[in-house]
Nanobody
Framework: QVRLAESGGGLVQSGGSLRLSCAAS????????MGWYRQAPGNQRELVAS???????NYADAVKGRFTISRGDAKNTVYLHMHSLKPEDTAVYYC??????????WGQGTQVTVSS
């Protein structure tokens, strides 16, 4: 079973920056993908960014050039650096872990609020 611990998030003014962190623990299969999703009220959960164990990265078009996803040295930690935040980035952000062996695991979610 994979467990995810998220941190970061909070309230920031438009144009500001935040960093989210997510650490995975448990019996982790080394070939995996970690990523961040977000869900705003009334909207479906959507992919923000993902990175696999080989460093392959995907970004949603809405965040390209503003957000950066990276892995920590321990490889079981993923970061999301968010810059030039906009009010439309306001959402609950969820960390996700995926592997063929472990399946999918989700974090509890962390609120990001961007004020105009």
């Amino acid at each position: 079973q994979v467990r995810l611990a998220e941190s970061g998030g909070g309230l920031v003014q438009s144009g500001g920056s935040l960093r989210l962190s997510c650490a995975a623990s448990g019996s982790i299969w080394s070939s995996n993908t970690m990523g961040w999703y977000r869900q705003a009220p009334g909207n479906q959960r959507e992919l923000v960014a993902s990175i696999d164990n080989r460093g392959t990265i995907n970004y949603a078009d809405a965040v390209k050039g503003r957000f950066t996803i990276s892995r920590g040295d321990a490889k079981n930690t993923v970061y999301l650096h968010m810059h030039s935040l906009k009010p439309e980035d306001t959402a609950v952000y969820y960390c996700k872990f995926s592997s063929i062996v472990n399946g999918n695991a989700w974090g509890q979610g962390t609120q990001v609020t961007v004020s105009s």
